[in-house]
Every structure is written in C-alpha cells, then in structure tokens.
C-alpha cells in the first residue's frame, strides 16, 4: 500500500530551497525564457508560502537524464528545479523553452494544501484540446506567465495521471 | 476561539462518515477543515484524468555531485553536538509493485530536540539549537535504503487553534522514477499522545492508511552506546512509466 501524503507545511525554505534551485540556466543564456505566475487561494489572495518544482524536456525534446540540480554547474541542463512564492505569492523560473512535449510540467507544494497538485504549463501557442485547454502559459513582457488558482474562479486544472500499475 | 474540543469533535464526525460510507481511502484528503489552512487552498474540481506522456515518465537524476555522503548526518553540521536523542532512521523507498527506488534523492527537515525549526516565522518560544539545523539529504542505494542520523524532533505548538501542538515528525521529500510519484509527506514516532487531536495526521481518514506514516522501533538499527533506531519504509505508487522503460531497455 501506498505512503500518503502530507503538507509541506509552514517552514519548509530550509529543507527544500537552494541556491540556483530556480535558475535552470544563468541569467543572460541565449534562449532563455522566464516562467513566473502568482499561486492564489480561493478568496483570490497571494499564497506566499507555496513550492512550485518543474521538470521539462530541453530544447531539443529531449528528456534529460543528467545529475546537477542541485549544485548547478553553469553549463549542463537538467531540466528540473524549484521555485519558492515570495510574499506575493510569486514564483519564478529562468529556463530553456522545451521542444516537445511543449509544457513545463508542474507540481505544486503548499502550507495548507495536504497533498501535491500536478498540471502543466503549456507554452504560447500550443494549446491543447479539450479539458486542458486552459492550460497555457501568457506571453507578457516579463516572461511566460502561468498562474496557479487553488480554488474558485478560474481554478486551475489540476491532473490526476493514470497508471499502469498501482 | 476554536478548541481542541472543537477541533476534535469535527474530527470525530468526519472520522464517523468514513467508517459508516464503507468506503476505502488510501490517500489524504485536500479538503479536510479541521486543518483551517486547507479551507482555501484545495481545489474543488476533480482532477483531469490524463495518461502520463513523455517527460512525465521520467524524474530527475540526481547524483554524487548533488549530495555529499555527509549530508545524511544531521548531528554533523555544526562545530558542537546537538542536544538531544540521537537517533538513526533509515527504510525502504519502493514503487507499489515492490521495486526499490534506486539512487533517488531523499530530502528531510525537522524542527529541534525542542520543538524549534530554523525558521524566521517559527515563534514558538522554545530555545533554538546552535548545532542543530535540521535539514539533511541523502540518495538511496541500489537496495531503494536511505539512512539519515539526526536528533529526534519535539513537538511543537501551531495556530490552527487554541492549544494546537503537532506530534513530532520529520517531514520527507521523495522522488520515484517518475514525474507522477512524487511525494513529500511526514514521518511520526510510535505511540505519539498527539495523534488523535491532530487534524494533519487525522486528514488522512483511514486509520490504516495513517498508520502508515508512523515509524517502527527497531531494536536492531539501535546502535549500543550511541543512538536509538527507527525504521520507516516508504511505498511510492506504481510507475506509469513501465512501458516506455521496457522500450528503451
């Protein structure tokens, strides 16, 4: 049987958060893109102490299967990182636009939220069909802006992934 | 002002519905309001089914150069010792079909012997430990084992409510070989007094499934003359991914 989930909790920055975690790339990388968004609860406030993690293919659509994260080098693209909200309940990445699949894929951490949210972040002009048409990320002179609504109007689509095996 | 009484008692009734519904849930529930803070932040959409594609099948690889072998000893980070009980706690990351998880990346944080996070908005007034900090990583073996050393944490008072104290617990973050098993959840100690009015341990509605998070003395990871030991394993959900792996073995 399965481990449940539970909250992240109020003081999880010390665990979790890094120097560089939300820098996939350097600053000034040719190519590189920012993701940013608010995560908002269901009264439409900021939630300041939320975790955001992506994961995406790189530039070429390939899935990258190097080390690094979490002690960046400067040069080797990993495809993963993590953005904590600030006080206005923003988050923010500095990253490569993937090739294919044209998403960012997300998953979601918060104090008050018990268990993790998955969506994605498609980029400008690859919507998708049906339920997960909402799902695309802005073009905006800062970046591509995605934000998160927990709860209320224009919830987020949230995923549940089927499997294979469970 | 809302009291343990309160909070109690709205446990109990949801505790109630469950075991009247005959139903059996293995998860923790987003929508539980005994834990205030969730009031408006779960969605109230169900999620979108979908098949995991692609990137989604895969995780992230962490390595040697992302986690140093002394990250794992949380009583080592400081000139001093910390204060008190020394503890081992190590288990098992497996998916639900078994498999260990190899060589994945295990994150803990804790608050101190005292119940005190290393965090600026932790105001509970009990002493911080200048050689504790409470954070530690480590990556599995080839057998899906972690092993940290660390203090065991107190527990500690939260605003949830009036008298509101959380049982102790170090909270865990795990990674499968795929995007989708991503967990992080918390770790409690055997036969905690704070169970029962806890409403973050008691979202999850099942006992069984509760139960789960609860670690296990274990006589033979006790160390003689240096640490008590603990053992909790950890079961991620099955992999989607099986398919694609076996095309690309």
Redesign the interface.
């Known amino acids: 049987m399965t481990t449940p989930g539970q909250t992240v909790g109020p003081f999880f920055a010390f665990g979790l958060e890094y120097d560089g975690d939300s820098a996939l790339v350097p600053p000034g990388t040719p190519g590189a893109v920012r993701l940013f968004g608010r995560v908002l609860d269901g009264d439409g406030d900021p939630v300041p102490d939320a975790l955001v993690e992506l994961w995406q293919a790189d530039a070429e659509g390939r899935v990258v299967q190097e080390p690094g994260s979490l002690r960046r080098d400067g040069h080797t693209f990993t495809g993963w990182g993590r953005a904590a909200t600030d006080r206005t309940g923003t988050y923010s990445f500095t990253t490569l636009a993937p090739a294919d699949p044209p998403y960012f894929a997300l998953c979601l951490f918060a104090r008050g939220l018990l268990d993790r949210l998955f969506t994605r972040a498609y980029l400008p002009g690859h919507q998708p069909e049906g339920p997960l048409s909402s799902l695309v990320a802005t073009e905006d002179p800062h970046g591509y802006r995605f934000d998160i609504v927990l709860q209320g109007d224009g919830e987020t689509v949230f995923l549940d992934h089927r499997r294979t095996q469970d | 002002m809302t009291t343990q009484a309160d909070i109690s008692a709205e446990i109990a009734a949801i505790s109630e519905q469950y075991a009247a519904s005959g139903t059996t849930e293995?998860?923790?529930?987003?929508d539980?309001p005994p834990?205030r803070?969730?009031?408006?932040?779960?969605?109230?959409?169900?999620?979108?089914?979908?098949?995991?594609?692609?990137?989604?099948r895969?995780?992230?690889?962490?390595?040697?150069?992302?986690?140093g072998p002394l990250e794992s000893d949380l009583t080592i980070q400081r000139s001093g010792e910390p204060l008190g009980e020394r503890i081992k706690v190590t288990g098992r990351v497996t998916d639900?079909?078994g498999r260990p998880v190899r060589r994945q990346?295990v994150?803990?944080?804790q608050?101190n012997a005292g119940g005190r996070?290393?965090?600026q908005?932790?105001q509970h007034p009990a002493p911080l430990d200048p050689n504790f900090?409470?954070?530690g990583?480590c990556l599995t073996d080839d057998d899906g084992s972690y092993v940290f050393t660390t203090i065991k944490p107190g527990p500690y008072p939260w605003r949830n409510h009036h008298n509101a104290w959380r049982p102790a617990h170090i909270?865990f973050?795990l990674f499968g070989t795929d995007?989708?098993q991503?967990?992080?959840?918390?770790m409690y100690f055997p036969g905690d007094p704070l169970f029962a009015l806890d409403p973050?341990?008691q979202?999850?509605v099942d006992p069984?499934?509760?139960e789960?998070?609860v670690a296990t003395y274990d006589h033979d990871v006790t160390e003689a003359e240096w640490c008590t030991g603990y053992r909790w394993d950890?079961?991620?959900?099955?992999?989607?991914g099986?398919?694609l792996e076996e095309e690309h073995a």
């Open positions: 293995n998860g923790v529930r987003l539980y834990y803070s969730s009031l408006l932040r779960h969605p109230t959409k169900s999620p979108v089914q979908v098949d995991p594609e692609g990137i989604e895969w995780s992230p690889v962490f390595g040697e150069r992302d986690v639900s079909d990346l994150e803990i944080w608050a996070y290393v965090h908005r932790d900090i409470g954070m990583r909270h973050s995007f989708t991503r967990l992080v959840t918390q973050i341990y979202s999850i069984k499934a509760r789960r998070l950890i079961v991620l959900s099955g992999a989607a099986t398919p």
